[in-house]
């Protein structure tokens, strides 16, 4: 198979073409290349740019835009799929993550215009193909691309109608299914182009497959001792006047009860036996009957991404074109299923943490059975028990959440519904002079929508003392004390109770299994879990706008190997976001668990007035923070200029610069050199050096308080507080980036054939990186160091306990603060390499292809935070990564496919290779010995060390295409042929939702029919 000439120019000098892509059989005769400012062919550049083709892709089983970013090489862990423990809000959205660096360092293009992040608005079927740079390209297109840059370019001229179809079968799925159509039509001078896309993802339980549905002994990291079978703290009289007395359970275990708001210690009871707590699939804990809340979410959620997009492209003139583009998507999501409620980190005591936290008095009409199912009722000092308070506790989870169910689950679900915007026009042409000009204003608009039900934990604490639901109205008669005091009044004139014992719920709805605890009658009312629940709804609005001018042409200055080009530009950039939360315990009215006609206010907990909240303004809910809205804008200017050198027939350099402002006074320069040799006509060098920035991000602002949630390892993989304060003294991160490679094309060992290798080293180091200083996780490693808690440490303050410190006593603490700031930077590194062999066949033609990226180098520098230096530097590489949530970085990934065609038929068979990683939290330097590790691994008893050491990803692919009379094109596609189930994963879903695929084999269906 020969080449025609120009491609073999772009093959040798410029592109990296992955495995199997075909190339198009047009002849191009200009275009602008990714990462440049100058007109010309690829064969004029020396950056390492990816080419996919839309007929390549087709030829790929058409994959989705998830399904094509997971398989590039240069990518890290994507998100996209439903992860709720990672951003559920980013279900079907799509963001590229080149060099594993991070989404916000790789810069989104479409048509050579920014777009939004999430790349869910780009139409597939107008596609005409997508550039991959893999170098950075801060001076060609300003911040966000540090690592690369993904240009999603359309079609420009089509006449005739198309539409297309699949079906993707997949076990224990209603499968998933796409259809699109494309319309175009015009004159000698003018085309327009339309299209309409729709997809559909359909919901995939955890029950469904194996690996997400494990006994506690194999994967403890999805079950919680935070749960409504609990351990009761039978108490005395109440206190005239609450104060913040603790008396530990047990001295040095640190859980501290609160003896001086719910009165002395009289008993100690479990609300559930060995055989109950089995009964609706739970495991015995030390003072709970822990629940697996992995059954309540789904792996794939039901999703639909809706497109549509409008091209009209104009030659105004001989020397002048117009564009105008138009694209919207919507990506909706109508239950992205969670756990039946929330845990506990926070509650209505005057003490902070997660333990003993409500308090249930005995006049409670649920109270009888439960102290007689307990054996509470046969305490010798029965007579003076007053009430119980929860050691560990939610309100809902072994019984599910009836009130919210939907379909086979029953969670308190979140709805997510993001809409986007893309609107781009300019001109572009040639003026009188020979000198070039693309004019463009470019506006993106996005309107996320996304709730998070919380319960508001006053509320349920006032259904406790009987004093719940919508049309509660009693008088409150004791002012000494947080809540509704007036026992006559209680569970009367509309107010209801809330049953907080084992017998509120019938079973275990997921698995089917019954509650010998329950009582008929005794489930709380829809009305009431409604009210005690807020959606925690809020809406973000993006409004981006981008003014370009690049101009380009020759300087008349001729060198041995031709004319010097330049190119100069100006960008202007307006960016607009706000925040809309409605909700009044959302946005911050509410700072404290209780109302503020309690007199509840943020005090730090050393002022004599201190009655239960902290000076943070932790707010109303049990287990999330608030989020006060913002309103916040940027403004950024910019001018650049490249010039293109070249300095022999066979040697082009080029340079460039960059300068830009943005607002707050920050700014920025950067600078970048390349350079390409052809030695030979077979063989060609290529390098480049340069710099690259990331400007603070819109949402940066500083001094702002952002109250979450961390996964700790220290806490057994708990979910609890994590406070995040922005520094005032944020400058923009910078980065230096280097490549340098080798190209050689030649014929290969028949006549007729093509081989090609394509091999590059690439170099990253980001310094002053934004993000966090030092992670929480960290943060706690280091106060409880081997397991036990060191009041002494610099960071202890930054810890808040369940009550006071106590050395050396377990890890008991229901939040930590950091900081977000410059923090330490990143080094990576690593080798492209592509190997392509083609050749005559029979009647056709057979092709081999080798995609691969081997990471070398994957290293954080040292964190330190308040003069504290956590580490010497952190070694990524080969690790899933804890910080805030777990980052795969793999040293492999590789793509081989084998490609044969002949007359309408094609065959493809790829094989996806990741290479394993292990989970860092349990290298052996983390312990102290290997029993501190051994017992690490422990769960219920038994060592088990599942997930930890992470497996190989491979998987086969088999794709066949038939064109078929009547403009008509059959594919159809099996994935993963030998079934093989994703690397398991000490994840709550079991496996890694950014890297592995958990779908099992599926079978795929296309066709496609053009008018």
Same mark, same amino acid.
């Given at each position: ?31 602008v ?14 950056? /390492? ?40 809000e980013?279900?079907?959205? &799509? ?20 777009v ?13 193909? &997508? ?6 390209a ?13 240009n ?67 994967? +403890?990291v ?16 109440? /206190? ?10 047990i ?49 794939? *959620? ?8 409008g ?22 999501t109508p ?32 109270w ?13 000092y ?70 998070? +039900? ?15 639901? +919508? ?13 509704t ?29 019954d509650? /010998? ?7 709380n ?11 925690r ?43 809309? &939360? ?19 206010? /943020? ?29 916040n ?12 050198? +070249? ?36 063989l060609?060098?290529?390098g ?64 007729g ?28 490693a ?42 330490p ?12 062999y083609?050749?005559?066949?029979l009647?056709?033609d ?36 804890? *910080?805030?949530?777990?980052f ?29 990683v ?29 997930g ?46 950014r ?17």
């Amino acid at each position: 198979m020969k080449l025609n000439p120009i491609y073999r120019g772009i093959l040798c000098c410029t592109l990296a073409i992955p495995a199997g892509t075909a190339l198009a059989q047009e002849a191009i005769e200009e275009i602008v290349v990714t990462g440049s400012l100058i007109k010309g062919t690829p064969e004029d550049a020396a950056l /390492p740019v990816e080419v996919h083709t839309a007929a390549d892709m087709n030829m790929s089983g058409a994959p989705s835009a998830l399904e094509f970013a997971k398989t590039l090489t240069s990518q890290g862990p994507v998100d996209g799929e439903a992860y709720y423990f990672g951003g559920a809000e980013d279900t079907g959205n &799509v963001q590229f993550n080149l060099r594993g660096l991070g989404s916000d360092k790789t810069l989104s293009l479409f048509n050579g215009r920014r777009v939004n992040q999430n790349t869910s608005i780009i139409p597939s079927i107008a596609l005409q193909r &997508v550039e991959v740079l893999k170098d950075g390209a801060a001076v060609t297109y300003g911040a966000d691309a540090t690592g690369g840059v993904v240009n999603f370019i359309t079609r420009d001229f089509y006449e005739g109608f198309e539409v297309d179809a699949s079906y993707k079968y997949i076990d224990g799925s209603d499968g998933d299914y796409s259809t699109s159509i494309m319309g175009g039509f015009g004159g000698d001078d003018t085309n327009i182009i339309w299209a309409a896309e729709w997809e559909h993802r359909s919901e995939l339980d955890t029950t469904d497959r194996d690996f997400s549905h494990t006994p506690y002994t194999t994967n +403890p990291v999805p079950w919680s001792s935070l749960t409504n079978l609990s351990s009761w703290v039978a108490h005395g009289p109440l /206190p005239t006047v609450p104060t913040t007395e603790t008396r530990e359970l047990i001295p040095g275990s640190g859980l501290n009860l609160n003896t001086g708001e719910f009165g002395p210690m009289y008993g100690f009871v479990r609300d559930y036996t060995t055989e109950s707590c089995e009964a609706v699939g739970g495991v015995e804990g030390k003072v709970s009957c822990m629940y697996n809340y992995a059954p309540y979410y789904n792996i794939v *959620e039901d999703n639909d991404i809706y497109r549509l997009y409008g091209q009209v492209t104009s030659a105004v003139s001989d020397s002048m074109d117009f564009h105008l583009r138009l694209a919207f998507s919507r990506v909706h999501t109508p239950a992205a299923e969670g756990s039946p409620s929330q845990p506990v980190i926070r509650g209505t005591a005057l003490n902070e943490g997660y333990v003993t936290q409500f308090y249930v008095p005995r006049t409670n009409p649920y109270w009888g059975a439960f102290a007689d199912r307990t054996g509470l009722s046969s305490n010798p000092y029965y007579a003076g028990i007053q009430g119980a308070s929860a050691l560990l506790y939610r309100g809902f989870a072994h019984g599910g959440n009836p009130t919210f169910a939907q379909g086979n689950n029953s969670s308190a679900a979140r709805e997510i519904d993001n809409k986007y915007w893309h609107l781009s026009t300019g001109l572009d042409g040639t003026f009188e002079n020979g000198v070039g000009y693309d004019f463009g204003i470019t506006y993106n608009h996005a309107t996320l929508w996304n709730d998070d +039900p919380d319960i508001i934990a006053y509320r349920l604490q006032e259904a406790m003392n009987g004093f719940g639901g +919508p049309n509660c109205n009693a008088q409150d008669l004791d002012p000494n004390r947080f809540g509704t005091q007036n026992a006559a009044a209680a569970g009367q004139n509309g107010c209801m109770w809330f049953n907080p014992f084992a017998s509120n719920f019938t079973g275990q709805p997921i698995l089917g299994l019954d509650n /010998p605890s329950y009582i008929d009658g005794a489930e709380n009312s829809a009305e009431l879990v409604n009210w005690l629940f807020d959606p925690r709804a809020e809406e973000t609005i993006d409004d981006d706008i981008t003014v370009d001018l690049v101009l380009n042409g020759g300087t008349g200055l001729e060198l041995p190997g031709g004319e010097v080009a330049w190119g100069a530009g100006l960008q202007w950039r307006k960016r607009h976001r706000r925040e809309v &939360v409605e909700s009044d315990f959302y946005n911050g009215a509410q700072p404290c668990v209780w109302p503020n006609r309690y007199g509840q206010v /943020p005090r730090s907990p050393s002022d004599p007035e201190y009655n239960g909240c902290t000076p943070d303004e932790p707010g109303p809910f049990q287990f999330f923070g608030t989020n006060p809205p913002d309103r916040n804008s940027q403004d950024q200017k910019s001018a650049f200029a490249e010039f293109n050198f +070249p300095v022999l027939d066979n040697v082009v350099m080029t340079a460039a610069a960059r300068y830009e402002e943005f607002s707050g006074g920050l700014d920025a320069t950067v600078y970048k050199v390349s350079g390409k040799w052809d030695i030979s006509y077979n063989l060609s060098l290529r390098g480049s050096y340069g710099t690259n920035y990331q400007a603070p991000g819109i949402t940066v602002t500083p001094g702002e308080v952002n109250n979450g949630v961390s996964n700790y390892s220290v806490a057994d993989g708990s979910w609890l507080g994590s406070t995040t304060v922005t520094r005032s003294d944020i400058e923009p991160e910078t980065a230096t980036v280097w490549s340098t490679g080798l190209i050689w094309q030649s014929e290969g060992f028949t006549s007729g054939s093509d081989f090609r290798v394509i091999l590059d080293y690439y170099d990253i180091q980001t310094e002053d990186e934004l993000g966090l200083l030092a992670s929480t996780n960290d943060i706690a490693a280091a106060v409880f160091a081997d397991g036990k808690t060191n009041c002494d440490h610099p960071l202890a303050n930054r810890v808040t306990f369940n009550g006071a410190c106590v050395n050396g006593a377990d890890p008991n603490f229901a939040s930590i603060t950091t900081d977000y700031g410059n923090g330490p930077g990143q080094h990576t590194s690593g080798v492209d390499l592509q190997i392509n062999y083609g050749f005559p066949f029979l009647k056709g033609d057979l092709d081999f292809g080798l995609t691969a990226t081997r990471v070398l180098e994957d290293e954080n520098d040292p964190a330190e935070i308040d003069g504290y230096q956590l580490d010497s530097g952190d070694d990524r590489l080969g690790d899933l990564n804890y *910080e805030t949530i777990a980052f795969a970085s793999s040293e492999w990934r590789a793509n081989f496919s084998t490609n044969y065609s002949q007359d309408i038929h094609n065959f493809r068979l790829v094989l996806n290779y990741i290479s394993g990683v292990d989970d860092e939290r349990y290298d052996a330097e983390n312990f102290a010995s290997e029993q501190a590790r051994t017992a690490a691994l422990t769960a219920g008893g038994v060592y088990t060390d599942w997930g930890v050491k992470g497996d190989d990803w491979l998987v086969a692919d088999f794709h066949y295409n038939v064109e078929l009379p009547w403009d008509t094109t059959i594919s159809a596609s099996i994935q993963n042929l030998t079934d093989e189930d994703p690397p398991e994963s000490r994840q709550e879903l079991g496996y890694d939702p950014r890297v592995g695929n958990p779908l099992g084999r599926t079978f795929e269906l296309g066709f496609t029919k053009r008018f």
